[in-house]
């Protein structure tokens, strides 16, 4: 047997959970919780919307590929990122609505085809939500950026080789994109959609 | 070229900081920002340590790899996990250091050989730090796990083929470790270990 515990010796059970604060992006908890041997402690949770990521496909003429990427100023590193488009569900939002709702915001684009490729938690350790990766075929440009207030989001296409060569290094300094990225290239190998 | 607007349009400036709420892990606060425009506006930032993620290779006679893969609780999810050894360095602690610390803490091994192959911010739009990614080589089991008061990790090995095809899927649900396996993908290939 590959694990020698069972499950019931690694689980905690929730007694009560508190607000800490509310921010604009998401509510940061603590959950007070027993384990199998009546031992409490208190645990930080970050409660944020589900996370969507849309990489948008451009099949070009000559066989190879473009993604449209976006480009951003980042408040958390302080820096200029290159990113696929990507956002926050809205509540109650659906991820797909909101990858179709991302998409069309910041690049001005519908695409004929949406596809969820992978979601996974970015950080179980204190997460309590997903991030959703879409793929999006038959792209048209239909529409103008629409921008939050304090968003700047310019769009161009990029190529495949360039984004796998360079996602997670230099201006790609976006972690999200790596697992988007790692969804995408499972995906092109003829995987299955995996959902966890 | 590729992007029509200079940086300069994407800046903004940092006027103040004020921490909005300590925990154990990560520090919650509100920087008060201008852009260019002389426009004004609070963004959140999470301030936490950095993290690692140890990637333990073990080369079997014939040929084939596994990796040293551990389960626990994940408070964030309420769920357990697989996932490779990580952790977040001490003040002051070089990533490096931490982790050698996190692999031996949790797994009872020193190895021959760490190799950062890559860095990133997990999520740059809201938080500051990086997780970097170490493939550690020549593993020796050296001491018995030392873990945290309220930590139960169980360790075992586990195959690459495994890993490659469900981590991100399943019970392998920590999109960080979905950032590491992309590194260590790129590094098998031979490319130059990657630091952003």
Known sequence: ????????????????????????IFTLSAAKRRDGEEKEA???????PEWVTIIPVIEKPDGSRDFLMV???????????????????????DPADAAARELLEETGCRAAELICIGSVNP?????????HTFVALGLEHVAEQKLD??????????????????MGTGVYSNGVMLIALAYYQRWKKGKNPVHS
Do not use: C, Y
């Open 42 to 48: 208190e645990f930080v949770l970050i409660e944020a």
């Open 1 to 24: 047997m590959r694990w020698k515990q069972p499950d019931s010796h690694h689980h905690w059970k929730e007694l009560e959970r508190r607000v800490v604060a509310k921010t604009p």
């Open 123 to 131: 950080n179980p350790a204190f997460m309590t939500n997903h991030t």
């Open 71 to 93: 480009r951003q100023f980042r408040h958390g590193s302080g820096e200029l990122t290159v990113e696929f488009p990507a956002g926050a569900a809205d509540s109650g939002e």
């Open 149 to 166: 207030i304090h968003e700047r989001v310019e769009f161009a296409p990029i190529s495949e080789s360039e984004v796998f060569d360079k």
